[in-house]
């Protein structure tokens, strides 16, 4: 790739209080337009490494770069301001929006933030939004979270997290919790958001066989490592590290190929 | 209305009144309650309704200007208290670090030193008046509130959609202003109501060990009076010091009432504690009947709430399980199959209503039995692994003791046997045998999940029932469950059903499938047919789903 990286994290090191560090030296790099899954069992350290990517937990040690700027050397309002290109999607689809807000005031909130006062040009994108995860602006503008179920609510918080066009979405994995039809038809209309947009995902997810639908790269993290990245099909192939291989394994039981 | 409310009504008007009465005093009170205008020590009598103290002034006076003092008092050091809470704890919560070490050590110190002690020294150091009390209440009754506004905003803070936005640019003042301060509100009133509660109760004490100001009259005062005066020996207590502390207790027990009902209002679970079982229809026993399986369920229709607002989640759902299956319920979610759970246990609780129809369980239907067998029936002969099964542990004792206890409860062995026999279904679940005597948070999710099939596993019951066993595990957590109910659950239960959104699960366990959508039974059959011909709309997009992933990977593999 011949641009910088939108994301990338540098040798970095994370622990909590004394115990063991989550994050053990992990490597990772996110280039425009890429589609990169985190691959990885419960416990692993994906949700960490996706806050500190997003800025949101300071690292003990390596370096975090937005398009190649180191975030420690960037003062806070500069990190508020370059927010603007980056977009969050939460794992729990009955947490991810504001109870007492309708879809319209929570998706336009980041708009807000970011200064943006004209509210007819907000609702103009919040519609546009909508309309990219296919949910109807008509139907859905008013409702409050309440009134959605769970694949509607994840679809809002996408849309949420893509209405200032960022240039890199995390996504915590948005469909772990959602019946097992939704999961594929969301995986199927990030694809397709991608393909439109051109906007990068760093995508976490325990499932090899989501990630392979979806994703350009795949990083298998284990115990706080990148322990193999790679193109899915290669991973899928001729898996190097066990622990791909029996994730491999595991995804191909859970398709009801091999049984035993 | 239901009693709890009339209370709760009550202690509204209680506190109306007063409220009207304090703004209103010097309109309402019969004469100047700082003026002598009856003869000394009267009892109650047609001028003044209360009678008159050591001096002649009007009692019924007094105790509608003392109820200026008192409200006031307490009503403004709640808000001052109120005030300073949210700004301590939101501050503490929201900037953490420093911040939070020292706002919080400053709490420590308000809750550990003797409140009544602290004020009367410093009372002594201000003097009286109103003024220095409202600061004096408000300093001291701070720190409760802001420890449990900054423990709810940490909650808050970890919500999804608030990394969302913090994620997408928001600062911490814009969270505070636009979300945390307007979601905290009914906590923020609740607090604000028992702060007053405590402002009023010290304020009175404060007053009635003489720490008032006594060119002020309050009911705290009133008593201070009664007491210093001698009314209490002479039969005078009963118009003097009655009333005045009538009025405290009324008031604080009034706002306490209130503050109740908002707590309930703020945390749901408070309130939910007082549904009952659902009352299910009766049906004429038959002794004749003959039980086809070990899981009945007969043209059952359930509904929640009444009127137009009800909402049907199971429609005329019938189905039986036989012993040896292993039969799975498939649904999106909201099809009914928590409900469809519930009924199986018996545990359906109001507001759901059994409009119709029946479960049985080995041939014992819900609803005909008393609770003690009841019991019985859930472990012995119908046993659920929760879909909380990560999280429902007791923390503080190991998960061997809490299977055992499982095992104790039920059947008559000794605590050496009962701990032997969990020992012995916990190694066969395939937990690990050095991590027996482990806490549950030591445990990793497998672990606990296999500690809870033990659990329900360990009385042998006729039906093992798992609602959504593979929630919250990751692929491989998946796999290890299917295995494990595939090879291990048939040697203590006679049948299994398991009910989940997750069709790949389903299809690897399942001998049966029955599909659940909008309450009601659409498809069923064995795997092979429902991934062969599924016929039902839903049945059609779950499978496609499948076969999309199936394709894509084969795509891939292949290249």
Not at chain 2, 25 to 52: F, I, N, Q
Request: glycine share 10%; charged share 20%; hydrophobic share 50%.
């Amino acid at each position: 790739m011949s641009r910088r990286p939108v994301v990338e994290l540098q040798d970095v090191w994370k622990a909590f209080g004394q115990r063991a560090p989550v994050l053990c030296g992990v490597e990772l790099r996110v280039h425009p337009g890429e589609v990169v899954g985190l691959v990885g069992p419960n416990g692993a350290g994906k949700s960490t490494l996706l806050w500190v990517a997003a800025g949101l937990l300071p690292v003990d040690r390596g370096q975090v770069l937005w398009e190649g700027a180191d975030l420690r050397a960037m003062s806070p309002v500069d990190r508020a301001r370059w927010r603007r290109h980056l977009g969050y999607v939460p794992q729990d689809p009955f947490d991810a929006l504001p109870p007492h807000r309708t879809v319209l005031q929570t998706v336009e909130e980041p708009l807000r933030i970011h200064g943006i006062r004209d509210s007819a040009a907000r609702t103009e994108r919040v519609c546009a939004c909508l309309e990219a995860v296919g949910l109807s602006p008509t139907r859905f503008l008013a409702r409050y979270p309440h009134e959605l179920s769970g694949g509607e609510r994840q679809r809002v918080a996408l849309a949420r997290a893509l209405v200032l066009r960022p240039r890199c979405v995390l996504a915590d994995e948005p469909t772990s919790m959602l019946d097992f039809a939704l999961q594929v038809d969301l995986v199927d209309q990030i694809r397709t958001l991608r393909a439109r947009l051109g906007t990068s995902f760093l995508y976490a997810t325990h499932d090899l066989a989501l990630a392979a639908r979806l994703c350009d790269r795949v990083a298998v993290l284990s115990g706080g490592r990148v322990v193999e990245q790679g193109e899915p099909a290669e991973l899928l192939r001729e898996p190097h590290h066990p622990f791909t291989a029996a994730l491999a394994a595991s995804a191909r039981r859970r398709l009801g190929w091999t049984e035993t | 209305m239901t009693a709890s409310r009339l209370w709760v009504f009550g202690a509204g008007l209680w506190l109306a009144v007063w409220a009207a009465v304090a703004l209103g005093a010097p309109g309402l009170a019969p004469h100047d309650p700082h003026a002598s205008v009856g003869e000394p020590w009267s009892p109650p009598g047609p001028g003044h309704p209360l009678g008159t103290n050591d001096v002649g002034q009007d009692l019924l006076s007094e105790l509608v200007h003392g109820a200026r003092t008192s409200l006031l008092v307490g009503g403004a050091a709640a808000l001052g208290a109120t005030g300073l809470a949210v700004g301590a704890g939101l501050a503490s919560a929201v900037w953490g670090g420093l911040w939070d070490r020292l706002l919080m050590r400053l709490v420590d110190l308000c809750l550990v030193v003797p409140a009544l002690a602290l004020a009367l020294v410093v009372a002594a150091f201000l003097g009286s008046g109103v003024f220095p009390a409202v600061l004096l209440l408000a300093a001291l009754l701070w720190a409760r509130g802001a420890r449990v506004i900054r423990a709810q905003a940490l909650a808050m803070l970890q919500r999804g959609w608030v990394i969302a936005l913090r994620a997408a640019g928001a600062r911490s003042l814009y969270l505070i202003r636009a979300h945390l301060v307007q979601a905290l509100w009914p906590l923020v009133a609740a607090e604000f109501v028992q702060a007053m509660a405590a402002a009023l109760t010290l304020e009175a004490s404060l007053s009635f060990l003489g720490l008032g100001d006594p060119t002020v009259k309050s009911w705290g005062g009133m008593l201070y009076y009664a007491q210093a005066r001698g009314a209490v020996v002479t039969g005078a207590w009963l118009w003097w010091a009655v009333p005045p502390g009538l009025c405290v207790g009324l008031t604080v027990a009034s706002l306490a009432m209130l503050g109740f009902a908002l707590e309930e209002r703020v945390h749901p679970a408070l309130r939910a504690r007082r549904a009952g079982p659902a009352i299910w229809p009766q049906i004429p026993a038959d002794p004749l009947r003959i039980a086809r399986g070990v899981l009945e369920v007969e043209a059952l229709t359930v509904e929640y709430g009444t009127g137009p607002a009800a909402v049907r989640a199971l429609d005329g759902v019938s189905g039986h399980v036989r012993p040896g299956e292993l039969v799975g319920v498939v649904g999106p979610s909201g099809s009914g199959k928590s409900t469809l759970v519930a009924a199986a246990m018996g545990l359906l609780r109001s507001p759901a209503r059994v409009l119709g129809g029946s479960v049985c369980v080995v041939g014992v239907c819900w609803g005909s039995v008393d609770a003690k067998r009841a019991r019985q029936l859930r472990c012995r002969s119908i046993a659920l692994l929760p879909q909380t099964a990560l999280h429902a542990w007791d923390p503080l004792r190991p998960v061997v003791d809490q299977v055992a206890e499982a095992v104790a409860t039920h059947q008559a062995l000794s605590r050496r046997e009962a701990r032997l026999r969990a020992q012995a279904v916990l190694k066969e679940v395939g937990f690990p045998k050095s991590r027996m005597g482990a806490y549950p948070h030591a445990l990793s999710g497998g672990e606990r999940q296999r500690a809870w099939l033990a659990m329900a596993l360990v009385n042998g019951p006729d039906l093992l029932l798992l609602d959504e066993p593979t929630t919250g595990l990751d692929v491989l957590g998946q796999d290890e469950l299917v295995r494990l109910v595939r090879d291990r659950t048939r040697v203590r239960s006679r049948a299994v059903v398991v009910v989940s959104h997750d069709l790949p699960t389903v299809l690897r366990l399942a001998d049966r499938i029955v599909v659940l959508c909008d309450g009601r039974v659409v498809e069923h059959g064995p795997p092979d047919g429902i991934l062969r011909s599924p016929e039902h709309a839903y049945t059609r997009r779950v499978v496609g789903a499948l076969q999309a992933l199936r394709g894509s990977w084969a795509a891939e593999v292949v290249g």
